[in-house]
């Protein structure tokens, strides 16, 4: 399994990116696919996720109404939509995937990790 990440990037308060994270041998219904992000001196922390069988979408409650996490089973692309981004954003965003993930914002649930793409919110 290989998860490539990209789209992070500068923007100033208010602003939108989208995350993009290529996956590679997450073929299984069963993966959940997962982003984290960590904050500069904080723990990493799980914003949102999905299952690859599925189409219901989990946020954490400092992004839910801003962040949207989509899918592309086609293009096996999970998508990060980030809008009314805001200074606290600011973090190096991970994606994750994991086999029978019940605890979806733990990150010991998850097996695989990209290298992560830097946010920078002004």
């Known amino acids: 399994v290989q998860l490539v990440e990209s789209g992070g990037g500068s923007v100033e308060s208010g602003g939108s990116l989208r995350l993009s994270c290529a996956t590679s041998g997450v073929t299984s219904s069963n993966f959940c696919m997962g982003w984290f992000r960590q904050r500069p001196g904080k723990e990493r922390e799980g914003v949102a996720a999905?299952?690859?069988?599925?189409?219901?979408?989990y946020y954490a409650d400092s992004v839910k109404g801003r962040f949207t996490i989509s899918q592309d089973n086609a293009k096996n692309t999970v998508y990060l939509q980030m809008n009314s981004l805001k200074p606290e954003d600011t973090a190096m965003y991970y994606c994750?995937?994991?086999?029978?993930?019940?605890?979806?914002?733990?990150?010991?649930?998850?097996?695989?990790w990209g290298q992560g793409t830097q946010v920078t919110v002004s």
């Open positions: 999905i299952y690859r069988s599925g189409t219901s979408t």
């Open positions: 994750a995937a994991g086999v029978r993930v019940f605890r979806l914002f733990d990150q010991e649930s998850y097996n695989y």
